[in-house]
């Protein structure tokens, strides 16, 4: 009787493993082919991908806030949890029938093919992984669960002596096991190095030499980097740049293949390609990007040199219609973002960008093309590998974002920092220099004023200011205080004299707000 329970739960283990080391062959496989195939053609790249597209936005506010940009990283962990419960599960049912186990895994390969399908940039021919993928998983859960139910004696057994039979059995299942899920590693390990070495876009990146700009942009200031330790520089390393973006997978675009259509009410609809762009008068400026989920204080927000053509341009060919007030810009994965016509085409510094930081744009950062605009949020305007532009009014047309709950419009609100010292930071007693970030762009900063304890707003030195689209750093000398906690707050003023708003706002649906106050102490 005990022992018949003991087999009993081990048979049920021992399923739950095949289930599960069937799986890690079947997403192996598929990772594996997907190297030929489009990025998305991977199930998991897709599943994640239509995840984060259906994720309602207080769960992807939440997802930021929570793993700031390891967020993608918890999306994969999240989602190998559900794949391992669900795969055990078909497991233990392959324990009872392996037909109705295999008919489950075939359904749930089909959702994945939709899954696969329905993503932007794949086709009928990107179910190959999948397909072949789900294959090796059912003759992989066919063979383990052969080896499992032979360990089962007596009650499913073809063993007349349970004791030693089960024994010898259950380690060739357990090697079985062992063998598919190491297999499995070592595949999708392979496929992963395969992917990276057919990666197209990051070979063409460094083959890729950028003409100069005509118009130069001067070298920066010394005085725009303010005399603080631990102060960010003032232009953000390329490496060190926030990444925000719905794109599990980066877009592999090689350049020859890009092309940037430009449509919907204009008079001259056009294609531009990559070589044509590269030969128009680029010109480069300094620029601040800024997400809209940064939270006051955040580290969403960098600061780069861009080279690029003047979306201005771009619309000065294209000719809009009266009655056009939004451009509805279009990545190679299906991201899209509004931005108001008005500020495409009115004196700011707004590029179709193709380098940053005196290189082709990083993978990651949009390469080849992407856009940029000055004193708005990425959502609304910054689009990455961008492929089409539409000349559109708001009232017909919405963008990623405004379907998921966010504005559709986004200027970006003055805010300012403390960089130095960090929260709850241990100063020494005596002087203690302070520094930090401001920015309003396209109105640019004329004062930073901080606050220590609860006393008076004193005016901060300010770095030099380089342009009305990027921040000014700050900088602020403190006599130093008793030993104990204190507080320094800081707030803004904008080139016109506004003070910035102590009113506090969650980022969304249209940007944070407020005054940053740190905490520290004196030692
Ligand atoms: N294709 C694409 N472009 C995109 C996004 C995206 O999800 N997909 N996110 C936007 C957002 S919300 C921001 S803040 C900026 C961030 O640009 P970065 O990753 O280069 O810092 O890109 C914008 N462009
Ligand atoms: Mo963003």
Redesign the pocket.
Known sequence: MKAKSVSRRRGLLDFGIAGIASAAVLFAVAQFVSAFFATASAPVVAMGGVFIDLTPPWLKDLAIATFGTNDKLALFISIGIVVLVIAGLVGVLARKSLAAASACIVLLAIGIGAAIFSRPATGAADLTPLAIGTVAGLLALRWLSALAGRGLAPDHALSTDPENQTGSTRRKFLLGAGLSLVGAAVVAGVGQSLATARNVADAARLALGLPPAKVRVAAVPAGAQVDVAGMPPFVTPNKD???????LSVPQINPADWSLRVHGMVENEFTINFEDLLKTDLVETYLT?????NPVGGQ?V?NAKWLGYPLRSILERAVPQAGADMVLST???G?S?STPLEVLTDNRMALLAVGMNDEPLPL???FPV?MVVPGL???VS?????VDLEVTRFADKAA??STRGWSDHGPIKMSSRVDVPRSFAKVGSGEVVMGGTAWSQTQGISGVQVQIDDGEWLDAELGSEVSLDTWRQWRYVWKGGSTGNHTVSVRAIDGHGTVQSSDKADPAPNGSSGWQRVQFSVE
Do not use: N, P, Q
């Open positions: 740049f926030y990444r925000i973006d719905t794109a990007l800024t997400c809209v989920s969403l960098g990545s190679y994965d991201f973002a990651e950062h949009g992407r949020y990425g959502f910054a689009t990455k590998w961008v990623y974002w």
